[in-house]
């Protein structure tokens, strides 16, 4: 029997980020633009999710020396003072590269980050933490990003529209 994984949609990514969310978190930081505008850049873009390798099972014989051990790889959670955590993740491998040459990208929807925050019981979403321009997604903003809901202008506001059940 014949595997395939399926494609992300993402194999001729540079790992540059894309210019609209650049642009967009950018107003952002300035004043010039609002939250609104950067998250509704975000959703339908690509972000990078940082794995980097965990100590797994360490074997040390009665000598203390080492003889086997194992590694795992894991998505990176920061956790802020007052215990509320948010799953990283980047814009371009540059920012990520900035804050941990070590980690790897892993190029996903930026939906599926704010799922995978949400699995990891994280109370956020942090985008580009190292910056140039840190950016947090939580609460019913992320919840609907993750369940599929859509960011749309309604008169003077925003409005989070259901995706349709099909």
């Avoid at 998250?39 to 020396?65: N, S, T, W, Y």
């Avoid at 996903?108 to 980050?113: D, E, I, K, N």
């Avoid at 942090?126 to 749309?152: H, K, N, Q, S, T």
């Amino acid at each position: 029997m014949s595997r395939s994984i399926p494609d992300p949609g993402f194999g001729d990514d540079d790992g540059a980020a894309d210019p609209a969310v650049t642009a967009a978190l950018s107003a952002y930081a300035s004043g010039d633009g609002g939250y609104v505008d950067a998250l509704a850049a975000l959703q339908v873009g690509r972000l990078l999710v940082p794995v980097v390798a965990v100590l797994g099972e360490v074997d040390v014989d009665a000598a203390g020396l080492v003889h086997d051990k194992t590694s795992d790889m894991a998505a990176v959670l920061l956790t802020r003072p007052d215990g509320r955590r948010g799953l990283l993740a980047f814009t371009s491998a540059a920012t990520l590269t900035a804050w941990n040459p070590e980690a790897r990208p892993v190029p996903v929807a930026t939906p599926t980050a704010a799922r995978a925050a949400l699995q990891e019981h994280a109370a956020a979403l942090v985008v580009d933490v190292g910056g140039p321009v840190r950016f947090a997604i939580e609460g019913d903003d992320l919840r609907r990003l993750a369940e599929g809901w859509r960011l749309a202008r309604v008169g003077e506001g925003p409005a989070w529209i259901r995706p349709t059940s099909e």
